[in-house]
């Protein structure tokens, strides 16, 4: 597409329950990146992808949340026994590597907002 | 580990004043430098960006420099407009391919007329 989607908008859930939000890409992107942005906070880091496979999950919180990415397009960002620390804004990036600029520039979407209740 | 320092705002300033938002960094390696920009509404976009020391990013009338001797890459603009009015974003990448970007805590803007 034409940007990055991402679904849903919205999500409102209660304390215990089990959460998916979906990044669809830009259509070539190699790399996806999800990020969470706290109210008046910058984007923290959570996982990239290269590809299919997870390049670096070292900012995932816990055990209780998850990524995939299993055609190298769309990923899916899963969250266990949600918790009220997980209200945020969960954005998703990709990116295509520029030889041209030497940067790694991202394209992000307008954000899945996650209140639990 | 690598981390973006910036300013706290919010910043407040009247129409054609001048602008500087400071970022300072730490970093292994030779990063990458960026600002990016959220306007009210929108979504994160990237403003400018800087490759290596010495480089100056510039776009819609910022500017920033990438100086290695000091680690920072402060933004500037010589005359602000109401519609800069948004939150500013310093980053930095490791400079590999694909690396991980990581994101100051943000300035928020306020231009009055």
């Known amino acids: 597409g034409a940007g990055v989607s991402q679904t849903p908008s919205n999500k409102v859930t209660e304390k215990g329950k089990y959460v998916e939000l979906r990044c669809d890409p830009i259509?070539?992107?190699?790399?996806l990146y999800w990020y969470r942005q706290s109210l008046g906070q910058g984007p923290e880091f959570l996982i990239y992808?290269?590809?299919?496979?997870?390049?670096?999950d070292s900012g995932l919180p816990n055990d209780r949340f998850f990524a995939v990415r299993p055609e190298g397009s769309v990923s899916t960002l899963k969250i266990q026994r949600t918790e009220r620390g997980d209200s945020a804004v969960y954005l998703c990036?990709?990116?295509?590597?520029?030889?041209?600029?030497?940067?790694?520039?991202?394209?992000f979407g307008a954000g899945s907002r996650l209140t639990v209740l | 580990g690598d981390s973006v320092t910036q300013m706290e705002g919010p910043v407040t300033l009247s129409e054609e004043a001048f602008l500087t938002i400071n970022c300072t960094y730490t970093a292994t390696g030779y990063p990458s430098l960026f600002w990016y920009v959220q306007y009210p509404g929108e979504g994160l976009q990237l403003l400018l960006k800087a490759t290596k020391a010495d480089d100056k990013g510039s776009n819609k009338g910022f500017e920033a420099t990438y100086r290695k001797e000091t680690t920072s890459f402060h933004l500037e603009k010589g005359s602000v407009q109401v519609s800069d009015s948004a939150v500013y974003f310093c980053a930095l990448s490791g400079g590999y391919r694909d690396d991980k970007i990581i994101f100051g805590k943000g300035t928020r803007l306020h231009i009055l007329p």
């Open positions: 990036a990709s990116s295509l590597y520029s030889a041209a600029s030497g940067a790694n520039v991202l394209t």
């Open positions: 992808f290269q590809g299919t496979g997870a390049a670096d």
């Open positions: 259509s070539g992107h190699t790399a």
